[in-house]
């Protein structure tokens, strides 16, 4: 089946530590994206990636990185700048051709221990 | 720069009433705009996507509609059963290239 692959479901990290959240598909999309959504907030935009080896910063890319080496994998790492990480994060990916339709993972929560 | 607002942000109604969901974008230089779905701890399920081009979409029991010149668009559930409760969101293109601006969303309750 095609979609979009987010792991893992839960995630827990310590102070001062890294921890990467994956996100895989094979829908053969060239763009894709991570939100974060806090309750009540809606969803943000962390980072999007249009291209292989090409990304952005989205809206709150403040202690976050990512990396698109292959098109079908899009990674984020959520570094030990980011003070409030717990979060709920979703990645989504989009063709680049018209309709343009988002797709999204299942998402990562991620709480401080 | 695009802003994307949803009214209600929640709403609760009988099982069986029609109901409308709105959503309001400030640029509407959008080629489409797309709803969807979120149920509790899950991602997001695609509803509709409408393309500028078009003034409807329909799937099964959800209508949506598109008045760029107005900057709104309406999500129609009808017959509406608790199966339908979920966060209901919709997303329009921002200024920039490839950026998608998502409202905050209605949270419906249908009651049996």
């Known amino acids: 089946d095609g979609g979009i692959t987010q792991s893992p479901k839960y995630l827990f990290r310590k102070e001062g530590q890294n921890v990467t959240l994956s996100c895989e598909q094979n829908l053969n999309h060239d763009a894709m994206y991570w939100y974060r959504q806090d309750p009540g907030q809606g969803l943000r935009l962390i980072y999007y990636?249009?291209?292989?080896?090409?990304?952005q910063k989205g809206d709150i890319a403040e202690g976050y990185s990512v990396s698109r080496e292959k098109k079908e994998s899009f990674p984020l790492t959520v570094t030990s700048a980011q003070k409030n990480p717990t979060a709920f994060y979703l990645c989504a990916s989009r063709s680049g051709q018209r309709p343009e339709k988002l797709f999204f993972g299942s998402g990562t929560q991620l709480s401080v221990l | 720069k695009q802003e994307v607002t949803q009214i209600p942000a929640a709403l609760s109604v009988p099982e069986g009433e029609n109901l409308v969901l709105n959503c309001s974008f400030t640029?509407?230089?959008?080629?489409?705009l797309q709803w969807f779905r979120q149920d509790p701890g899950k991602g997001l399920t695609s509803l509709l996507l409408i393309q500028s081009s078009q003034r409807e979409q329909t799937s099964g029991r959800l209508n949506a509609s598109l008045d760029k010149s107005s900057g709104r668009s309406t999500l129609y559930i009808a017959a509406s059963q608790p199966g339908d409760s979920a966060t209901y969101l919709c997303a329009a293109p921002g200024n920039q290239g490839g950026k998608l601006i998502f409202g905050q969303g209605t949270e419906l309750s249908v009651k049996p």
């Open positions: 990636s249009q291209i292989v080896n090409d990304f």
């Open positions: 640029d509407s230089a959008i080629y489409n």
